[in-house]
T-cell receptor, first 113, second 116 residues
Framework: AQSVTQPDIHITVSEGASLELRCNYS??????LFWYVQSPGQGLQLLLK??????LVQGIKGFEAEFKRSQSSFNLRKPSVHWSDAAEYFC???????????FGKGTMLLVSP | NAGVTQTPKFQVLKTGQSMTLQCAQD?????MYWYRQDPGMGLRLIYY???????DKGEVPNGYNVSRLNKREFSLRLESAAPSQTSVYFC???????????????FGPGTRLTVL
């Protein structure tokens, strides 16, 4: 069965500093990987996804993620964090064959002035 | 184009009461999903519907029933609510189940349910 681990429950980053959120997955074949963001009181919004091709994926709001098969990771990065990036971030994994997505437990990002 | 809409936004029930959470999408999507979100647990899939006329259990289906009323609407029913069902419920939809190039799930704003 597929699974997702987000090792960090909370992360605090200073505004303007760089950000990396970790995601590790468990799946036998090539996974399909997603990052979603949830602002307080809102639903989830897709930031980016990987399903084939270039392992460095660009998303919305200046985010990017890199798929590393050897490390079973799909970490999310942003070079300079803005206060509006404070939110909860979820990594998710899917596979082919008409499957559903499995979500990680989320990482809460706090941005300090 | 409203995307995915959910009603109600908030609900308080007493143990044993029943209720139906409504979800509708206007994106002509085939697949729809119901999740619950609990602190520290992330999102867990309750039920999903790959296409109109089909429904399947997800990770945590016990205590819930669903109906895919038509292509647009997917409802979640709690027949006899329990305090353990206190949660935030999200509905989502996607064009096609399991087609990653197009299988972006779009989420509704959620229903916050408290069972006393």
């Amino acid at each position: 069965a597929q699974s997702v681990t987000q090792p960090d429950i909370h992360i605090t980053v200073s505004e303007g500093a760089s950000l990396e959120l970790r995601c590790n997955y468990s799946y036998g074949a090539t996974p399909y990987l997603f990052w979603y963001v949830q602002s307080p009181g809102q639903g989830l919004q897709l930031l980016l996804k990987y399903f084939s091709g270039d392992t460095l994926v660009q998303g919305i709001k200046g985010f990017e993620a890199e798929f590393k098969r050897s490390q079973s990771s799909f970490n999310l990065r942003k070079p300079s964090v803005h206060w509006s990036d404070a939110a909860e971030y979820f990594c998710a994994v899917g596979n082919s064959g008409y499957s559903t997505l499995t979500f990680g437990k989320g990482t809460m990002l706090l941005v300090s002035p | 184009n409203a995307g995915v809409t959910q009603t109600p936004k908030f609900q308080v029930l007493k143990t044993g009461q029943s209720m139906t959470l409504q979800c509708a999408q206007d994106m002509n999507h085939n697949s729809m999903y119901w999740y619950r979100q609990d602190p520290g647990m992330g999102l867990r899939l309750i039920y999903y519907s790959a296409s109109e006329g089909t429904t399947d259990k997800g990770e945590v289906p016990n205590g819930y029933n669903v109906s895919r009323l038509n292509k647009r609407e997917f409802s979640l029913r709690l027949e006899s609510a329990a305090p353990s069902q206190t949660s935030v419920y999200f509905c989502a939809s996607s064009a096609v189940l399991g087609a990653p190039s197009t299988d972006t799930q779009y989420f509704g704003p959620g229903t916050r349910l408290t069972v006393l």
